[in-house]
T-cell receptor, first 113, second 114 residues
Framework: LAKTTQPISMDSYEGQEVNITCSHNNIATNDYITWYQQFPSQGPRFIIQGYKTKVTNEVASLFIPADRKSSTLSLPRVSLSDTAVYYCLVGDKLTGGGNKLTFGTGTQLKVEL | SQTIHQWPATLVQPVGSPLSLECTVEGTSNPNLYWYRQAAGRGLQLLFYSVGIGQISSEVPQNLSASRPQDRQFILSSKKLLLSDSGFYLC?????????????FGPGTRLTVT
């Protein structure tokens, strides 16, 4: 199963673009890359998912290089409400069925005025 | 629309006491179900997952167990709690078995073992 590593914390200011990079050197051919956001005492919430190249939705962009061994979550013009923990993870099909998502320690993003 | 419920929201239990946490999903059928635990300041650890009624797979050997008595009900149990069982327990569901299937999380249960 692919393992992910990402910075423990990042600081930013309102209005700036934030890029959080994740390393997943052992990603398998069929793995998707997913990013989640978690606020204190809440369950993680899906942000964006991709398999290759670039994906963009209304809240973020996800950049995936050709070798897929890393990915970068880009949050445009962050606000105070974007202060949260961000998890990069790759999934793999479980032997017994189902989808295993192994969360790492995540990146604590702190946005200040 | 689909919703996922967990209860209780918070729980304080003494060491050695039993545990039962319940999770139910509405608005979908045959979901894949998951139990995660998050220790303070740590990431999420997958404990159990289920692809169908009565089908439980364990990811981490410990004093916890899980059951799925109905299609949309997932229960996490323990006969005797340990201090190390304290944490934030999250239930999640997904539509399919692939890594492309988004997981939807419940509100969680904060368990404190004293």
């Amino acid at each position: 199963l692919a393992k992910t590593t990402q910075p423990i914390s990042m600081d930013s200011y309102e209005g700036q673009e934030v890029n959080i990079t994740c390393s997943h050197n052992n990603i398998a051919t069929n793995d998707y890359i997913t990013w989640y956001q978690q606020f204190p005492s809440q369950g993680p919430r899906f942000i964006i998912q991709g398999y290759k190249t670039k994906v963009t939705n209304e809240v973020a962009s996800l950049f995936i290089p050709a070798d897929r061994k890393s990915s970068t979550l880009s949050l445009p013009r962050v606000s105070l409400s974007d202060t949260a923990v961000y998890y990069c993870l790759v999934g793999d099909k479980l032997t017994g069925g189902g989808n295993k998502l192994t969360f790492g320690t995540g990146t604590q993003l702190k946005v200040e005025l | 629309s689909q919703t996922i419920h967990q209860w209780p929201a918070t729980l304080v239990q003494p060491v050695g006491s039993p545990l039962s946490l319940e999770c139910t999903v509405e608005g979908t059928s045959n979901p894949n179900l998951y139990w995660y635990r998050q220790a303070a300041g740590r990431g999420l650890q997958l404990l159990f997952y289920s692809v169908g009624i009565g089908q439980i797979s364990s990811e981490v050997p410990q004093n916890l167990s899980a059951s799925r008595p109905q299609d949309r009900q997932f229960i996490l149990s323990s006969k005797k709690l340990l201090l190390s069982d304290s944490g934030f327990y999250l239930c999640a569901w997904s539509r399919g078995p692939t890594s492309a299937d988004e997981q939807y999380f419940g509100p969680g249960t904060r368990l404190t073992v004293t």
